[in-house]
Every structure is written in structure tokens, then in C-alpha cells.
């Protein structure tokens, strides 16, 4: 799927930026109805290495984990504080986290704003298990960790170079040119694994710096019929990355969440959806 000049690492320009590392995730299968995850079939195909170039300034390392994850609560937890730094096993440490996930409910591509510690009870996982609001309670209580709790990165710097990337012309990029890939920032993670997992994260590093989280989540839509779609799913995926990369670099190297984000609010409503996995 991937080019083969994105297929192996290649040697740094020593006068070059330093390279970011993106660690990315995707999930198994669930249900009859999906024996393959889109998120995972996008995610195990992903180079290994961005290069820099006249556009992409800053080298990119992808590393993928090494499965897919079970679309089970309890693995999800007990994966996370492992996946991510500091106990990380990766060197060097991911500087983002980019989890993908399947909305197979949608036709577009998302970007998620924020996820919900609760209201992960209505919806079993592989295993028939939920994860009910007084397991969430113990697990991050209320007094630690807000209910809510958002991306570091400046989604709309992102929607804006994720759009530059596949091609929009339009002067605000509102204006989807024929052929380009429908791309938005969403607030609605879902009420299952993929808004757990973002939840998880999130909090991880909440529990950290608190205001420094470089975790964001991507839904994509059921592309498992079509190897065309897969590619394309591909492609705009690569384009996310590049974005987020220069995103971070924009920033400085350090992502700070901002204390009220104007749209920070927006996903306060719990929703549940069991197309979100």
C-alpha cells in the first residue's frame, strides 16, 4: 500500500530538525459484521518513515503497536499506561500518540476534539463486559480528573494543514474541492472503546503535566470492501500525521492545552453509539 520510498527508514540529514516520533494504534475486529477493523488494516500499513522534504519539514518516525487492540475495556487499561511514556518501551519516546478507530456509522473522516470518563456502561465488549460509571469513578475520580478532557493540539491549525495536505485550494479550506476527501474535527468520540482509549490516554498524561496532552484520535469510516477506499484511507491518514507534526512544530515542540478551548464544551452531552470501535 505505502510508496516504497516511505517503506524503510533512510539517514538523517545531520543539519536536519530532529525527528518526532508518532506512536499509532488501531483495533481488532468486532462483531460478525467487521472480521476487519479498518483502523488496524490503515494503521499496520503506515511507513515507518515521513522524510523531510520542502513541505514536511520536520523527519517523521511512525511506530505502530505491534497488534491490534481487543475491543475489550479491560485490555485497554491494562494496555495504556504501558503504551505511553514514561513506561513506554519505545526509544526514543513517541512525542504523539495517534489512535484510530472505526465509526462505521460515518462517511467522513474525523478528527476528535475530547472524550468522556463516563457512560461507558450501555455497550458490552468482546467479552459481554462494560465499563459502568462507578468503575470509571474509581479508576479516575472526579476530584482528580475532569469529566471531560480535550487534545492539546490546536485542532483547527490541524483540520486547516490536514486539508492543505489532501489538496483543498479553498482560502479557509470550508469549501470541500471536488475529489478531496471529507475531513472534520468532531466532538463526539463515542460511548465504546474508541472514546475509552482516548479517555485513557488523555488522562494518562492529564495525571502527568496536565495541560500537556499529544494524543489525538482518528475515526474512520468502513473501508474493508475496497482496496481504493483502503488507499485512500491511507493517504489521508498520512496527511493527518503530517499535520500533527507540524502542528507540534508550530508550537514549539510542547503542546499546551489552553484552559477553556472555545469549543470545549460542545461534547458535554454523553452520547453512546456502538458503531464507534
Not at 5 to 24: F, H, I, M, W
Not at 146 to 161: C, E, H, N
Not at 186 to 202: Q, R, T
Request: net charge negative; charged share 20%; hydrophobic share 35%.
Amino acid at each position: 500500500m505505502p510508496p516504497s520510498s516511505y517503506a524503510a527508514r533512510q539517514p538523517l540529514d545531520e543539519e536536519g530538525e530532529k525527528p518526532v516520533t508518532v506512536l499509532v494504534t488501531g483495533f481488532g475486529p468486532f462483531l460478525q459484521k467487521f472480521p476487519k477493523n479498518s483502523s488496524w488494516e490503515i494503521a499496520s500499513s503506515l511507513p515507518a518513515l515521513i522524510p523531510s522534504s520542502p513541505t514536511n519539514k520536520t523527519p517523521i518516525h511512525i511506530h505502530i503497536h505491534h497488534e491490534p487492540i481487543r475491543v475489550a475495556y479491560a485490555s485497554v487499561l491494562t494496555l495504556v499506561p504501558k503504551l505511553l511514556p514514561p513506561a513506554s518501551p519505545l526509544r526514543p519516546l513517541p512525542d504523539i500518540i495517534l489512535h484510530i478507530g472505526l465509526a462505521a456509522g460515518r462517511n467522513y473522516f474525523a478528527l476528535e476534539q475530547a472524550s468522556q470518563g463516563r457512560g461507558y456502561g450501555k455497550i458490552p465488549d468482546v467479552d459481554g463486559q462494560s465499563f459502568e460509571d462507578d468503575a470509571a469513578e474509581k479508576e479516575f475520580p472526579a476530584k482528580q480528573y475532569p469529566v471531560q478532557l480535550t487534545t492539546s493540539f490546536d485542532t483547527d491549525y490541524v483540520l486547516a494543514r490536514w486539508k492543505a495536505n489532501l489538496g483543498y485550494t479553498s482560502a479557509d479550506g470550508r469549501t470541500r474541492v471536488e475529489g478531496c476527501p471529507d475531513v472534520r474535527i468532531s466532538y463526539d468520540a463515542g460511548n465504546f472503546l474508541c472514546g475509552f482509549i482516548y479517555y485513557n490516554s488523555l488522562a494518562h498524561y492529564f495525571n502527568i503535566k496536565e495541560d500537556e496532552r499529544p494524543v489525538v484520535f482518528l475515526h474512520v469510516p468502513d473501508l474493508s470492501g475496497s482496496e481504493e477506499k483502503l488507499r485512500q484511507g491511507w493517504e489521508i491518514t498520512v496527511g493527518l500525521i503530517k499535520a500533527l507534526v507540524e502542528s507540534r512544530r508550530k508550537a514549539g515542540g510542547r503542546l499546551v492545552s489552553a484552559v477553556a478551548r472555545k469549543n470545549g464544551d460542545t461534547a458535554a452531552e454523553v452520547q453512546t453509539d456502538n458503531n464507534f470501535v
